[in-house]
T-cell receptor, first 112, second 108 residues
């Protein structure tokens, strides 16, 4: 069964550093998403991406964040200058039809 | 925006027991999915169920969209069912709004 994959599974970085989280969505899907979950809290939407542009973003997704689909398979989330409060689990998701979303296993980001 | 509530917040069961988890939402939805977050933090997609009833093994789900709720049934629970169960809905646009989750602990 096709699945969404994410790398790395765990990333440790120092405050102020840039990080790039990578995702490979399911191959024939057209819509891509990033969500995050701070430890012990609920999952929150960050951004959705369709047709090579952002289609929707939340208040969390400020100028520190950017997304890109650099080739036909990868979908990346970049955080320019990480802060302690960016520590969280980051989930990538994709959907083929407009609605049903498939989630990757997540990347745990720890900012020290 | 849409509000999503889940009950109960915590549930402790003995192995073999049955349980019902509930998700209430405040507006009409285009999508509703149930997820299981395992102890490693992975979100496992259980059901895509904006309306109607589905079953998968020991799990089943029912969404009554007109009354704005969904139920997840777990029968003959096992220790591997432990974790947090999230309901997530799409109201408009594309993004999910997640509920706060139900933390299930199944004891041997």
């Amino acid at each position: 069964e096709p699945e969404v994959t994410q790398t790395p599974s765990h990333q440790v970085t120092q405050m102020g550093q840039e990080v790039i989280l990578r995702c490979v969505p399911i191959s024939n899907h057209l819509y891509f998403y990033w969500y995050r979950q701070i430890l012990g809290q609920k999952v929150e939407f960050l951004v959705s991406f369709y047709n090579n542009e952002i289609s929707e973003k939340s208040e969390i997704f400020d100028d520190q964040f950017s997304v890109e689909r650099p080739d036909g398979s990868n979908f990346t989330l970049k955080i320019r200058s990480t802060k302690l409060e960016d520590s969280a689990m980051y989930f990538c998701a994709s959907s083929g039809t407009f609605y049903e979303q498939y989630f990757g296993p997540g990347t745990r980001l720890t900012v020290t | 925006g849409i509000q999503v509530e889940q009950s109960p917040p915590d549930l402790i069961l003995q192995e073999g027991a049955n349980s019902t988890l509930r998700c209430n939402f405040s507006d009409s939805v285009n999508n509703l999915q149930w997820f299981h977050q395992n102890p490693w933090g992975q979100l496992i997609n259980l059901f895509y169920i904006p309306s109607g009833t589905k079953q998968n093994g020991r799990l089943s789900a029912t969404t009554v969209a007109t009354e704005r709720y969904s139920l997840l049934y777990i029968s003959s629970s096992q220790t591997t069912d432990s974790g947090v169960y999230f309901c997530a809905v799409v109201n408009y646009g594309q993004n999910f709004v997640f509920g706060p989750g139900t933390r299930l602990s199944v004891l041997p």
